[in-house]
C-alpha cells in the first residue's frame, strides 16, 4: 500500500518541534525513528496530516546527575543505549530491554521515545489487507471487534508492546514531558491509561523530553526475560522486567518490582507478588510461589494466537527464573 498524502516538517530545535506540534491547526504527529508510526500509517490506523520528523535534533547524551540520577533523552536511539558502555554499567537492565526491540536494523533508527509512545497491536489490526472490504473495528472509529466479537462493546483487547516499558517501570524511571505549561514529571508506570482505545496518558501537543532513572542502590539486582517464537525480528508473547534490593544482611528483600508487558493495554506491575517478597529472607521456594501468584493476577489477554492460559503457564515459568537472576544479582552472583 503506498502512504496517503500528508504534511512533512524538519525543525531544527525542540521549541521549534513544540510550536508547530501546538500551531499547526491540524492533526499532527512527532516523527522519530519512523518504525512504528510509518507502518501504522501504511496500513491506514493513523492517518496525520502533518509529520513533525525529531530527525534533525541531536538527542543529549546521557548525563549523571548529584544525586546518581541518570537522564536519558528520549530522542536517544536504542541502538545507542544498548552500545553505550555507560548505559551497560550503570542501567544494564534497561541497556538489555532495549537491545531486545526488533532487529538492528530497527534499532538504528528507534528512538526510546517512540518506543514508549508505540500504538498497541493486535492480529487485525496490524494486518496489512485493504480496509475498503472491512468495516472498521472499534481502535479506527468502527463499532466491532473482529477477533473478540463476544466482548463487552467498546472494548479493545490490542496489546501494547514495548520492550523498554517494563524495564523503566521497574527501575522507578521518571518521565519528564514537555507540554504547553512547561514541563512536567511523571513515573513511567503512570503513562499507560489501561484502556486499548487511549492507551497513553499524554496530550497529542505534548512530547516526552528525557527519562530520569534513580540510582541503583546497595543490594540491587534486575532481571529481564522477553518471550517470543523465534530469536529476533519479533513482537514479544510476553516481557518481565523485575528489581529487586536486599537489605545489609544480603538475604532480606527491602523492595522488589515486578511488571509484566506485552500481555494487556500497558505494562502491568503483579504488586500482590511484590507484596510478598517484601520484608522475607528471599528462597528458591518465596521466589516460586510469587511467580505463581503474579502470573494469576496478571490475567493476560489472549494475543496473536497465544491463548490466556499459555500466557499464564509463559509468565509462572520465566518469571520465577527472571527473579532468580535479579535476586542473584543483588547476591553479587551474576553481573
Ligand atoms: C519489524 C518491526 C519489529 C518491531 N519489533 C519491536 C519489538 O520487538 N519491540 C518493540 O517494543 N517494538 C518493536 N517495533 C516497534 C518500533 O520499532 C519500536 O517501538 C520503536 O522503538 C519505535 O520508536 P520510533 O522512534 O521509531 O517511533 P516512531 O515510529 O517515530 O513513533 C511512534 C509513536 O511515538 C510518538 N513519539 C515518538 N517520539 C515521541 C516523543 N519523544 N514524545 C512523544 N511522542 C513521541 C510518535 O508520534 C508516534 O505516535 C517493531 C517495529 C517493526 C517495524
Ligand atoms: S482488539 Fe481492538 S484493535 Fe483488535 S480488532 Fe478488536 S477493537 Fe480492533
Request: glycine share 10%; proline share 6%; charged share 20%.
Amino acid at each position: 500500500m503506498i502512504l496517503y498524502d500528508f504534511d512533512y516538517e524538519r525543525p531544527g530545535t525542540l521549541q521549534e518541534a513544540m510550536s508547530l506540534l501546538r500551531n499547526s491547526g491540524v492533526d499532527a504527529r512527532l516523527l522519530a525513528g519512523g518504525t512504528d508510526l510509518l507502518p501504522n500509517m501504511r496500513v491506514q490506523n493513523l492517518k496525520p496530516a502533518l509529520l513533525i520528523s525529531l530527525g534533525a535534533i541531536a538527542p543529549m547524551p546521557p548525563q549523571a546527575g548529584e544525586d546518581g540520577s541518570i537522564r536519558i533523552d528520549a530522542l536517544s536511539r536504542l541502538a545507542d543505549l544498548e552500545n553505550s558502555d555507560f548505559i551497560r554499567r550503570e542501567i544494564p537492565l534497561l541497556a538489555e530491554s532495549a537491545h531486545a526491540v526488533g532487529g538492528n536494523q530497527i534499532r538504528q533508527s528507534a528512538t526510546l521515545g517512540g518506543n514508549l509512545c508505540q500504538e498497541t497491536r493486535c492480529l487485525h489490526l496490524n494486518q496489512e489487507h485493504d480496509y475498503q472490504f472491512a468495516a472498521p473495528c472499534y481502535k479506527r472509529g468502527g463499532d466491532c471487534c473482529y477477533p473478540y466479537p463476544g466482548n463487552k462493546p467498546g472494548s479493545c483487547w490490542s496489546v501494547y508492546m514495548s520492550d523498554t516499558a517494563p524495564a523503566l517501570i521497574a527501575l522507578g524511571a521518571e518521565v519528564e514531558i514537555l507540554g504547553e505549561e512547561g514541563t512536567r514529571s511523571v513515573p513511567a508506570e503512570r503513562l499507560f491509561s489501561g484502556n486499548a482505545l487511549t492507551p497513553l496518558l499524554i496530550a497529542r501537543s505534548e512530547m516526552i523530553r528525557s527519562l530520569i532513572v534513580p540510582a541503583a542502590p546497595a543490594g540491587f539486582g534486575w532481571g529481564y526475560h522477553k518471550s517470543t517464537l523465534r530469536g529476533g525480528l519479533e513482537f514479544a508473547m510476553a516481557n518481565m522486567a523485575v528489581t529487586l534490593r536486599l537489605e545489609d544482611d544480603g538475604e532480606t528483600c527491602a523492595a522488589a518490582r515486578i511488571v509484566v508487558g506485552a500481555v494487556s493495554e500497558g505494562p502491568l506491575r503483579a504488586s500482590s507478588a511484590e507484596r510478598k517478597l517484601v520484608g522475607k529472607a528471599l528462597t528458591a521456594e518465596l521466589l516460586s510461589e510469587a511467580a505463581d501468584d503474579a502470573s494469576d493476577e496478571i490475567n493476560p489477554l489472549p494475543h496473536h494466537g497465544f491463548t490466556r492460559n499459555y500466557l499464564r503457564e509463559n509468565i509462572r515459568v520465566y518469571l520465577r527464573r527472571t527473579l532468580t537472576a535479579a535476586l542473584e544479582r543483588a547476591s553479587g552472583g551474576i553481573i
